[in-house]
């Protein structure tokens, strides 16, 4: 009983005697019967290329991220060095791209591609932290509410249904303004401008949605027989709910913190483009794009390539997204056909 | 028919109710009334003047003084006096929602007309060259900031077209509908179009996953075998069951637009609610901000209702829930 499945599956599967045959068969058998959900769903991933081509473009900003300052080092200008008299036009305007800045300057006379670069830094950061918390959030909530139901249910469905009638753009840049003023106290954490409170607006007032679509889930889970079952044998509410109703419900909280990033990302540049996100000279991509469009009639370049980074970055991860969403759950209808 | 609407009116009471709450936590206690006022008293404003404002706005009271204050105005209509010009906030509020409604009455037949069109389309016809394209577009535009959209659609439709002799559009600014139509229309087609053509992307691929759903059932199948033109069957027997998922979102959408055009108004320099508030926010004018953000989750309570109650009476079994 302690062979090895390998050697046990030819025997089981009355397989040719010849070692070539039975190699195969075994390589046929183990293909049948190890492969999980997750894996499955890998490989299906892995068959579709335009989600390859969307990780690799991801993985590339990841690399421009990690490495800006190697990027800032190759060029010889700094992130916040302005060059008033190389950078700017004798009229004090941006530089077209040259060989001295590839990407040309912005209004300051400080290098466009280094600052896009930079820019990376904040948009990923910004996206995967404010996706972390707003999925954390949105998961708990919705297995709490869908598990215990009754007032519980009452009480975080009525939170969800308020949180989702609050125009978001106009509840964030209010929040994000009064904390700008007057810094926000948490125990030993001080909350002003900047990353933080980004992350914290974006996250409060975007687990609603999350939340909704896991407590359905659970609700449709919670009568099934194993979860009967483990009630039965006695476990404990949390461990039902880490262990018999998470692992069911992960799928779509992965789906969807696939898609969520993308929305982050967009969430935190459309507040620095309002003036109430990442505060300058912080390399930011919506305020590059904000400071950028007084200057659109003079230096297209200034405008289209923080654009052109930002609208890159949505798409592969929007495209990824879809990839893993057809990748995980295979009967919904593909958008890429 | 009447008790639901009852109960999803109470709901909605209950929410507004609660975003009241919140907002009044955001601005009144998160930040510390003493701040508030400093804040607003200036710089090097003496402590006599800081006192003096904090009296007038009843920022020495308890919080309880300051949130019966607040809910008893608000139940009387009024959203208070903005800090700088002792203006009603009801008034800067009625000045720019003409403005944003604008926008919304015409982006929303555009986005809809797109979005259902080519998400027919593509449902009708699966992986054929114009599904392709249709399911590209829209997830570009669905991937596109509307404030990148925006400004591109400027650069190249004001911009460029205007220094090549063709003006066609004005680059921002607004003209009331009733000083003069055509200037209203010119003036709204960029912004019409950004707020359009990235809604228009998530009605493409929800009318299309919709429709691609319902052809498969069983009455569409029953309809075709009966004999009927396929004309007949998309848009009588498939289009109407379709389009429940469509109402829905369009009616959030729609809701969520009063409060959601910020970045579209502020993109074009149209002074509507969102624009209003974006530069209260700069100069910290709180009872505009909150104003906006109240009459902004009004608009969203009552789409929600609106839409509920369409359901309601479209599909009884609704009433039941």
């Known amino acids: ?29 183990r293909s049948i019967e190890g492969r999980s959900p997750w894996r499955l769903a890998f490989e299906r991933l892995r068959r579709d290329r335009l989600s390859l081509v969307a990780l690799g473009v991801i993985l590339l900003i990841v690399l421009v991220a990690i490495f800006a300052p190697l ?54 950061l910004v996206g995967v932290l404010a996706t972390l918390m707003t999925v954390t959030i949105g998961a708990a909530l919705g297995l709490v509410a869908g598990y215990f139901g009754k007032l519980v249910d009452t009480l975080i469905a009525r939170a969800v249904d308020v949180m989702l009638s609050i125009p978001f753009l106009l509840f964030a840049i209010a929040l994000a303004s009064v904390v700008s003023v007057t810094p926000l106290h948490l125990g030993p954490l001080t909350l002003g401008k900047g990353i933080p409170i980004v992350v914290l607006v974006i996250g409060i007032f975007s687990w609603a ?105 949505t798409l592969a991860f929007n495209i990824l997204g879809d990839g893993v969403r057809d990748a995980i759950d295979p009967r919904g209808t593909p958008f890429k056909s | 028919m009447l008790t639901f609407l009852a109960r999803r009116l109470a709901l909605g009471i209950l929410v507004m109710w609660l975003v009241t709450v919140i907002v009044f936590i955001i601005f009144y206690i998160g930040p510390g009334s003493a701040d508030v006022a400093r804040a607003l008293a200036g710089r090097d404003a003496p402590p006599s003047t800081v006192a003096l404002i904090a009296r007038r706005l ?18 009387h209509g009024n959203l208070g006096f903005d800090y700088y010009h002792d203006e009603p906030v009801t008034t800067i509020v009625a000045q720019g929602i003409p403005i944003t409604l604008s926008l919304i009455v015409g982006a929303a037949p555009i986005w809809l007309l797109i979005g259902v069109l080519t998400g027919m389309y593509s449902a009708r016809h699966p992986r054929s060259f114009l599904d392709r394209s249709f399911t590209t577009f829209a997830l570009a535009f669905y991937s596109t900031p509307t404030f990148v959209l925006g400004v591109l659609l400027i650069l190249l439709l004001y911009y460029q077209l205007t220094i090549h002799g063709i003006a066609l559009f004005p680059g921002s600014g607004f003209t009331p509908l009733t000083q003069n139509p055509f200037e209203w229309f010119r003036g709204l087609v960029l912004p019409w179009l950004t707020l359009a053509l990235v809604a228009a992307a998530t009605y493409t691929r929800l009318t299309r996953s919709s429709m691609l759903d319902v052809l498969g059932e069983d009455y569409v199948r029953t309809a075709r075998a009966k004999g009927l033109s396929e004309r007949r069957v998309v848009w009588r027997h498939a289009l109407r069951a379709a389009l429940t998922p469509i109402l829905t979102q369009f009616g959030i959408d729609v809701g969520t637009l009063v409060g959601g055009t910020v970045i579209t108004e502020q993109v074009f320099g149209l002074p509507g609610l969102g624009w209003t508030a974006v530069h209260s926010i700069e100069q910290q004018d709180l009872p505009v901000i909150i104003g906006i953000v109240i009459v902004a989750s009004a608009a969203v309570v009552v789409a929600n209702i609106v839409v509920d109650a369409l359901y309601a009476f479209v599909d009884p079994r609704v009433r039941l829930h």
Do not use: C
């Not at chain 1, 300051?108 to 820019?119: E, F, K, Q, S």
């Open chain 1, 71 to 124: 990027i800032a080092k190759g060029t010889g200008h700094g992130v916040y060095t302005q060059y008033p008299t190389t950078g700017l036009t004798p009229t004090g305007l941006p530089r077209a791209p040259s060989s001295a800045f590839p990407l040309g300057t912005d209004d300051l006379g400080r290098t466009l591609l280094v600052r896009i670069a930079y820019g990376a830094r904040v948009s990923l």
């Open chain 2, 58 to 75: 009843l920022l020495d009271r308890p919080w309880y003084v300051q949130y019966g204050h607040f809910i008893w105005e608000l139940l």
């Open chain 1, 1 to 29: 009983m302690l062979t090895p499945p390998e050697a046990a599956a030819p025997h089981e599967l009355g397989a040719p005697s010849d070692e070539r045959g039975s190699h195969l068969s075994v390589r046929g058998a």
């Open chain 1, 209 to 313: 949605t999350v939340a909704r679509i896991v407590r359905g889930q659970v609700i449709a889970i919670r009568s099934r027989e194993y979860i009967e079952a483990a009630r039965a044998l006695g476990a404990s509410s949390w461990r039902i709910i880490v262990f018999d109703v998470l692992p069911n419900v992960l799928p779509t909280i992965i789906v969807y913190a696939t898609l969520l990033i993308p929305v982050s990302i967009v969430a935190e540049a459309a507040l620095s483009y309002l003036g109430v996100g990442i505060p300058p000279p912080t390399a930011d991509w919506g305020s590059m794009i904000a400071d950028a469009q007084s200057y659109y009639q003079q230096a297209w370049w200034f405008l289209t390539f923080p654009s052109l980074a930002l609208l890159m970055t």
